[in-house]
């Protein structure tokens, strides 16, 4: 099994790529350094694609260590036989390989564990043989056996028929051809059926009381919605094909005749399939395709993840968040350029106490006096009646303040933590969630990595998906983009620094403990001082974290310090210096680079093309955030809609807030999001809406319907 041939196939990529991408993966670099600084070995292979290498890497060597271990388990049986070999050398997936090992395996007690004990094996091999003159009865006079022991006591002709159908049974069940066929019959033609268990009951269900469709074409949120009605007891679910089919597969391997022996072979069949092959059956397609919509919906998850981490930042703003509430009052917290907390207060403009012109004066006197320029309100409870009360405010002051209603969802869970209550160990959970509220629309990204990202909620069924997946894949999503963004050596959280590349919790703890104890990084090579950072940690993190204002103003770039030397020589010939970074005056470096010739810049200076090009757009534009590049949030001073304003017709401009299987949820301005069905995104067809839209878009839609009792909101793309 040669595994890096395998990925090449499969990926359609060379094997120099394959080869040298596993070869850095074994020596321990991460994703983001492999996409990042070492493009000549990989044919600049992105994130994605290299991550998507690493599962399926992972995947193709726990199949080869789990053949090996089948091969010698059967090797030591002393029942391994070269076609056995070659079954198994041929197994493209886990469970063909469990198919061809389950004669193989030790069984607990079954029916036919105990016909074999107690001989009735060759009165089973009479059956089969199913000769049109054997007698079947007359056969087993001959197995009948007087004992004291039980498990070795044959009393009756019926028992020993009956002892040898059930070995018969076994062995059908474990015939790993028959297995594959009958599965691949359901996964071409079987259908998954639900049931109400009360078809009175009033349920989010209803949908599926009475639901039927096949198991090619079901997609992903409808398996996951099956699988949550079963869990919660609201559906019986099942998976089946045709009335008889699986029978008929069943005899068509092993009934020969009609003969009386036939007819009992026939017997032995259709009991092997209704009692161990369909219910086994059943479950590995129910898990296959469980399986399959949770990775759909991880990488649903995972997309819209990013694209939320990577919304474009309000810089250098003074923000003054809002965490709304009815009876204990709107926590409110101020926030400089930097997130640093200036003033903490709570006020009660919204019922039972109503005190709006009281908060009106407090928050007034909050902005005059920090300067604010940005109101940052979470979305959560009484939001509504506090975006009234913060756009009413707004009108009656002369100062210059927008304001946001950001999502707030996991603001609560960033709260109550840990790692809040060391940040904030001054601050009860409410404040700390007003704080929250502020930074994630200063800076989304560094405010989010603090949080589960399970807590995010942009996705759908998070809470339904198998934890190590999940937390593996979104660690990934969180893991590139940080580094892709970079991150300030000097102001980073621990939060944020564990996700650079090389770096783990500890390390990056050590780092702002270096940075306490020590002032702040004036150079990149003064991370080797910190604890347990050594040189191979050094060669990954080094060039995602810049150091502003240092002694090398190659610190703030994303080029790497084993470049260094090439950046220099690239700046040398095309008549320019290291100070030439800071003064803004490369912004034709490019174009002399191009006169001079790429290739022959590139071998002159000794790095590769894309190292090359990368090093120029870094030095053009040195401590670039690529989310500046991006449009930027909606932000809002007038009038406040609520859903009773909205008319059918309406056009509107909104934000997409989620990205689902079916549609999109597009923020409009009131409290409810409104979804755009995958229907109404587009006059042509998609087969999902990612194709279309992407968490944070800003897109005009048009009113389809209201329902203000169920408060949902229909919309349209198609303008």
């Known amino acids: 099994m040669n595994i890096n041939e395998m990925l090449a196939q499969e990926f359609k990529l060379k094997q120099e790529q394959i080869d040298n991408t596993v070869a850095l993966i074994d020596d321990g670099k991460t994703i983001p350094f492999i996409a990042r600084y070492r493009k000549e070995m990989t044919g600049s292979l992105d994130d994605q694609i290299l991550r998507e290498i690493f599962d399926r890497l992972n995947y193709l060597r726990n199949l080869a260590k789990r053949k090996e271990e089948i091969i010698n388990s ?32 030790q069984k607990r007690k079954t029916r036919g564990s105990v016909a074999r004990a107690k001989g009735l094996e060759p009165l089973a091999e009479i059956l089969l043989a199913q000769n049109e003159d054997t007698v079947p009865e007359k056969e087993a006079e001959s197995f009948l056996v007087e004992s004291e022991e039980a498990d070795k ?54 949908t599926y009381y009475d639901y039927s469709e096949g198991v090619r074409k079901i997609a992903g949120h409808r398996v996951l919605a099956l699988d949550r009605g079963e869990k919660e007891g609201a559906l019986k679910v099942c998976v089946d094909i045709n009335e008889g089919a699986g029978e008929r597969a069943c005899c068509g391997k092993y009934v020969k005749n009609d003969s009386p022996c036939g007819q009992l072979v026939k017997l032995a069949c259709e009991d092997s399939y209704k009692r161990l092959i369909y219910p086994s059956i059943e479950r590995e397609i129910r898990s296959d395709l469980t399986a399959n919509a949770c990775e759909g919906a991880i990488k649903v998850f995972g997309e819209n993840l990013k694209q939320l981490l990577m919304q474009p930042p309000i810089k250098n703003s003074v923000t003054l968040g809002l965490d709304p509430a009815y009876r204990t009052g709107c926590k409110i917290a101020v926030v400089d350029g930097t997130g640093k907390v200036l003033d903490t207060t709570v006020v009660y403009p919204t019922p039972p106490q109503n005190k709006t012109e009281d908060a009106k004066k407090k928050l007034v006197a909050l902005i005059k006096k920090h300067n604010v320029t940005t109101i940052s309100i979470g979305n959560g409870t009484a939001s509504r009646e506090s975006e009234s009360f913060v756009a009413q405010m707004l009108k009656e002051i002369p100062e210059n303040v927008s304001y946001a209603v950001v999502s707030e969802a996991g603001a609560s869970v960033y709260s109550a933590s840990k790692l809040a209550a060391e940040e904030f160990p001054e601050y009860d959970v409410s404040l700390r969630s007003a704080v929250s509220i502020a930074r994630r629309l200063q800076d989304p990204l560094a405010e989010l990595v603090k949080i589960d990202p399970k807590a995010i909620g942009v996705g759908q069924y998070q809470h339904d998906m198998p934890k190590k997946r999940m937390d593996e894949a979104l660690c990934g999503v969180v893991e590139d983009c940080v580094n892709n963004v970079g991150v300030d050596l000097n102001t980073a959280s621990h939060s944020l620094l564990s996700y650079i590349s090389g770096i783990n919790a500890t390390v990056a703890k050590n780092i702002v403990k270096y940075r306490e104890e020590n002032g702040a990084f004036d150079d990149r090579k003064q991370l080797l001082k910190v604890s347990k950072l050594g040189a191979k940690a050094y060669e990954q993190c080094a060039g995602f974290l810049r150091v502003r204002d240092g002694k090398n103003p190659l610190d703030n770039t994303s080029v790497h310090p084993e470049s260094y030397v090439a950046a220099k020589m690239l700046l040398e010939k095309c008549g320019y210096t290291l100070a030439d970074i800071n003064s803004n005056n490369l912004s034709d470096l490019f174009d002399k680079a191009k006169s001079y010739g790429i290739s022959q810049l590139a071998d002159e200076i000794g790095v590769g093309v894309p190292t090359l090009n990368d090093i120029i757009k870094e030095l053009q534009k040195p401590g670039r955030d690529p989310r500046d590049e991006l449009p930027k949030p909606i ?85």
């Not at 859903?643 to 934000?655: A, F, S």
């Not at 999001?673 to 968490?695: A, C, F, W």
Request: aromatic residues 4%.
């Open 74 to 105: 059967i090797t030591e049986q002393g029942k391994i036989t070269e076609e056995i070999q070659k079954a198994i050398d041929k197994a493209v997936t886990l469970v063909e390989v469990e198919d061809i090992y389950r004669p193989y395996k």
């Open 153 to 206: 006591s044959v009393s009756t002709v019926q028992e020993a028929l009956q002892g040898a159908m059930d070995i018969i049974a076994e062995d059908a069940s474990d015939n790993a051809t028959l297995r594959k066929y009958i599965r691949e019959m359901f996964s071409e033609i079987g259908k998954i059926s639900s049931k109400a268990t009360d078809e009175e009951a009033e349920t989010v269900y209803k």
């Open 635 to 719: 932000m809002r001073s007038g009038d406040v809609m609520e859903l009773k304003d909205l008319t059918i017709g309406m056009e509107l401009v909104g934000t997409v807030r989620n990205v689902i299987d079916f549609g999109a949820f597009v923020d409009i301005g009131v409290h409810e999001d409104g979804l755009v069905h995958i229907s109404q995104m587009t006059n042509r067809y998609i087969k999902h809406p990612m194709e279309v839209v992407k968490v944070g878009d800003i897109v005009k839609v048009k009113v389809l319907d209201v329902d203000v009792k169920r408060k949902r909101i229909s919309l349209t793309m198609k303008i």
